[in-house]
């Protein structure tokens, strides 16, 4: 329906991708989680966003479970009055998507995005090539629905007022990495009093590198004498494995992983999963992520879940066959922390 041609300028050139081949960082200790969260500051509104997560938490414990969705990509700022920064190419399409088909499915949804990022509902309206106001016509003096667009969009309307007037979605942003690894923790642990009905799905691509606050110059960096720009980052530590074992333990999680060589991405996820030591890792292909994914489980197990070209052609999206999927398996490990 897009009136105007998207060149698809923000679609990565694969073959241009840096060489991911060397060995993966290690996994953050204790030690680690204590060094990191004690040299950088919390930011200032995390306590308001903890009573949100709190009071929403409590609202639904009983009743339903809960999702943490992670949505996006994290930026890395190299001034404290941030004018430059290092950000990813994560639109939070995955997350948006998938957001609503666990609302679909009952579940409450704590959406923990890029501020921005596209949003569970809005996003069919936000970021397409379509400006927003040609969903709008003028009828009588009066502002009114296009009716090209208007059945369409009462389907949204109905489910996104089903989702809030129900309470059941959370919106919770960050930006930088650091907003990001705080907020995770902090949601971590307000989710862990939900048990085994606890799900997080971590579909942010977090960065890697960061340049730690006690390297980070307050102001605008200068021009140099040299003409280059030397920046020396340090590597984020991989809380992943915090989260299974003390965050949130009675929890399941899944991770995802995205490559763009189809020949490592079933051994890295494999290694993901016993590194981590949690239930579900979803790996993806930058350049196929929107028509296939594969589940890989600790057992070795792998389930693809792949769109049929028909799906394709009727606009069918991937996030409403990976969800069930994934809740099928939640339900699973429910009944297997029941019975311990
Ligand atoms: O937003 P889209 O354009 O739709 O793209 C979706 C996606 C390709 C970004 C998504 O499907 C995806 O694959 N996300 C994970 C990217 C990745 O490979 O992350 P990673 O290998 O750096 O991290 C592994 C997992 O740990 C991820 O689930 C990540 O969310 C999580 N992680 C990583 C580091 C960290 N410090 N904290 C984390 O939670």
Known sequence: MSKHRSYGTAHPEPQTAIDRTHADPPVAEVLDEDRYFSSHKPPA???ELEEQMTKFIEFHAGKKNVVLVTSGGTTVPLENNTVRFIDNFSAGTRGATSAEYFLENDYAVIFLHREYSL??????????TNCFLDYMTE???K????PDFADEMLVVLRKYKNATESNSLLLIPY?????????LKSASTIMSRLDSGALFYLAAAVSDFFLPQSRMPQHKIQSQPSGKLVIDLEQVPKFLRRLVDSWAPSAMIVSFKLETDNSILLQKS?????????????GNLLQTRKKEVVLVTPDEKTEWVRLSEQEEKNGVEIESLIVPAVIERHHKWIE?????
Do not use: C, F, G, M
């Open 270 to 282: 494999l290694t993901a999963l016993s590194r981590y030591q949690h239930q579900l890792v979803i």
């Open 45 to 47: 509104y995390l306590p």
């Open 139 to 141: 009828i009588d003096n």
């Open 336 to 340: 297997s922390k029941r019975k311990e």
């Open 119 to 128: 949003l569970p509902y809005s996003r069919h309206y936000s970021h397409t």
């Open 143 to 146: 502002v009114q629905i296009n």
């Open 175 to 183: 930006t930088t990495v650091n907003q990001y690894l705080y907020t």
